[in-house]
């Protein structure tokens, strides 16, 4: 069985196993998750762990609200205030 732990922060050896793969990119290295974080993003580092406690694969995903990128909140939020006052009249 493989489990995954999920991680804030990457292990010292994150860059390490990362260049073992053939499919690693700058954007899973740990520098780029570190500024993720500085920049005020949420990055978090998996690692899928088989039973022997070994590491097989890794992999960095940032996690965010589907409407951050649309600004979708911005623009909804008025309308529905303006509604509520429509209907409460």
Request: avoid cysteine.
């Amino acid at each position: 069985m493989i489990s995954v732990h999920i991680k804030e922060k990457p292990d010292l050896n994150w860059n390490k196993r990362l260049l073992e793969s053939d499919l690693a990119t700058i954007y899973q290295t740990k520098e780029w998750g570190l500024l993720l974080i500085e920049n005020g993003k949420k990055p978090l580092f998996l690692e899928f762990v088989n039973e022997e406690g070994i590491i097989i694969g890794q992999l960095l995903i940032l996690v965010y609200s589907r409407f951050q990128k649309r600004k979708i909140l911005k623009n909804l939020l008025p309308k529905i205030r303006e509604h509520k006052l429509r209907t409460e009249q």
